[in-house]
């Protein structure tokens, strides 16, 4: 039999959702960097737009992030939408990031979690995603976090205002 002192349990990583803050912002930016590089895509967004649009006069976006012992490991990125046709306010959960390292661990479902409950209290009654067509892994991510596949239809179209 084993004495209490010989039972040794590892205590796992405490992690915090919590809304960004500005001092967040080169971090955040960071993980949006990674994010696009991961895509292909270059990222141009600097903290300084990103503070415009998360705490400006009219904040255009809300971000969560996932915070360990050394610094930010994930973000979500929620961007609000509407159907008009049904009065109904709805929220795109825009971005998902989780750290190399820190995936698996459960990181991407709070960050899930929490943008859910963002939405709830905007008074949305839905919460939407996309992710690339071959992106296999994201898309069993979303189906086991009862996200329904939604087929695209139609074409969507771009007029650059500057």
Known sequence: MLDDSE???LRPPVITIRNAHPRDL???????RLLAAHHGDLSAATPEQLERD????????????AEGENG???YA???????????????DLHH?????????????QHL???ARDVARKA???YLSVSAATGNVQAHRFYEQMDFKARPVTGMRYLHALA
């Open 77 to 91: 990125i929620l961007v609000p939408l509407y159907r008009a046709q049904e009065g109904q306010r709805g929220m």
């Open 123 to 125: 008074g949305c009654g």
């Open 112 to 114: 899930v979690d929490r």
């Open 7 to 9: 039972i040794s349990l």
């Open 54 to 65: 998360l705490f400006g006069p009219v904040p255009w976006i809300t971000a969560l992030v």
């Open 96 to 108: 998902l990031f989780v750290r190399d390292g820190h995936r698996g661990h459960g990181i991407g």
């Open 72 to 74: 930010l490991i994930g």
């Open 26 to 32: 080169p971090e955040l930016n960071d993980m949006i």
